[in-house]
């Protein structure tokens, strides 16, 4: 066809009979070209064009090319709960890192409009009661002067064990000194930031250390001016983090705000894995907010984009609960999330197999979303938003799941469904009301970034 129309113009523009150019006598002979003709020509090249775009058009909008570009796959729980569907995972690059990012989307949550009071947990539900009181020193464990302070201290198996029991108790829970001529485990705060926190009724909480994240404040305009005047909102930063954030124009004020978040300067830092000294604000919250009723805890990667006194009576109050956290939006057995630790080398490996293989002598079992009895929507949360009323059961379990992290990995996924299940097998008759609710909750109550830098971890073999 293109050699047709290719001819047909060169012939037209060619020598005539009379041995002049065509191109000379175009404008003679212009006039005894009848429409039809012009009109000929001009479908013919248009229909060309047409061929070319619709060719290289139907290529672009193939399947492949559509889902390639798109990169997004529909969230479970958003389809009906009868629909069975097996997904092939592709292994991840070499370096960890996915292709295509998975595209998950907040769901609508039915907050109430406004909540300007506060209700203690007792005024709730008569929650399970006991007395927790805390190892706070621990002296030489014997006679060969082989001893090194801990900041969680140096429980045996034995009262490891013991204190799964949700009695009247003295436990490890972080803060343990060590001999009175030995220095200080770590975590270390100033006196006037203790007092303040030690009047907090309600606490919204979070963390930075070794410059890790950007500082990210709540949105105000969301936040009511009831909260703004009686919830506490309390960033803590190691001296690295406040550098780095003030040379970035977060200047904190006289009263040692940005914004709404109260800076707290924490020294010694207990850990050299940082992911572990950010365990210590984010399950001790009832260590370090000792009057509170009620805290909220959410990962530096997030920003709050709610008001805090809703939180608490969705997720708390009408759930009559007393612990609540989302479920992993993607993983819900232990074993998917030791393969997937393991696969992006998220911890030393071999740690990770002694912890898990430890798990499972004491009962750990597979997730089973088709056993009436399971306890919990998924084994594996998402962890990076928590709220709790500062109950004797919820403080238990807050303890007993850093003690594992301490004693472990510092990788909380994988010993949140371990710790949830001994507590509940040991103490059959001492209910603990944990909320386990969708993770598209957590999004649409909070906005998701990227963390700055990934944050060193042990040495994989």
């Known amino acids: 066809m293109r050699r047709g129309v290719i001819g ?19 404008g003679r002979r212009f006039s005894r070209i009848s429409i039809l003709q012009f009109s000929l020509w001009v479908f013919v090249f248009a229909a060309i064009f047409l061929l070319y775009f619709l060719f290289f058009g139907l290529v672009m909008l193939s399947p492949a090319k559509i889902e390639e570009s798109a990169g997004v796959s529909v969230h479970e729980e958003s389809l009906p709960s009868d629909v069975n569907i097996s997904v ?63 900041f969680g201290g140096h429980p045996t198996l034995e009262e490891r064990e013991r204190s799964f029991y949700a009695v009247n108790q003295t436990l490890h829970c972080g803060f343990v000194r060590g001999p009175a001529a030995s220095s200080s485990t770590g975590f270390d705060i100033d006196a006037k930031d203790k007092a303040y926190m030690n009047g907090c009724k309600v606490a919204v909480s979070s963390c930075i250390f070794g410059s890790s994240d950007f500082l990210r404040r709540p949105t105000s305009r969301k936040i009511s001016d009831y909260s703004k005047k009686n919830v506490c909102f309390v960033m803590f930063l190691d001296e690295e983090t406040l550098a780095k954030v003030t040379s970035e124009g977060h200047v904190p004020d006289d009263t040692g705000h940005i914004g709404l ?118 084994y594996v949360p998402e962890g ?21 992290v301490d004693r472990f990995t510092s990788r909380d996924q994988l010993s949140f469904a371990y710790t949830f299940l001994k507590l509940r097998r040991m103490n059959p008759d001492r209910p603990f ?26 040495p994989v073999d």
């Open 261 to 378: 978040w109260k800076i707290v300067i924490v020294k010694n830092l207990p850990y050299a894995d940082m992911r572990r000294t950010g365990k210590v604000p984010k399950l001790l919250s009832h260590r370090l907010f000792t009057s509170s009723w009620y805290s909220i805890w959410l990962d530096s990667k997030l920003r709050l984009n709610t008001d805090p006194m809703q939180i608490i009576e969705h997720f708390l109050w009408r759930e009559k609960s007393e612990f609540a956290i989302s479920n992993h939006y993607d993983r819900h057995c232990v074993w998917e999330e030791v393969l997937q630790n393991k696969r992006l080398n998220k911890y030393n490996h071999k740690m990770i197999d002694e912890q898990f293989r430890f798990y499972q002598s004491d009962g750990l079992v597979m997730f089973n979303s088709s056993d009436p009895n399971t306890p919990l929507p998924s």
């Open 88 to 150: 092939t995972k592709e292994s991840p690059p070499a370096d960890g890192k996915s292709k295509h990012r998975k595209k998950y989307v907040p769901c609508e949550i039915g907050l109430k409009e406004s909540v300007d009071f506060f209700k203690e947990p007792r005024e709730v539900m008569n929650f399970t009661q006991f007395s927790l009181e805390y190892i706070d020193q621990e002296e030489r464990l014997s006679s060969s002067g082989v001893y090194e302070p801990s």
């Open 433 to 458: 009301y944990l909320n386990m609710f969708k993770d598209c909750e957590r999004r649409a109550l909070t906005k998701l970034f990227r963390h700055r830098a990934e944050l060193s971890t042990p």
């Open 384 to 404: 990076s938003f928590i709220v709790r009323a500062h109950t004797p059961m919820s403080n238990l379990f807050s303890c007993l799941w850093f003690n594992e």
């Open 8 to 26: 047909a113009v060169l012939k037209y523009l060619g020598p005539s009979e009379h041995d002049t150019p065509r191109l000379v006598r175009r």
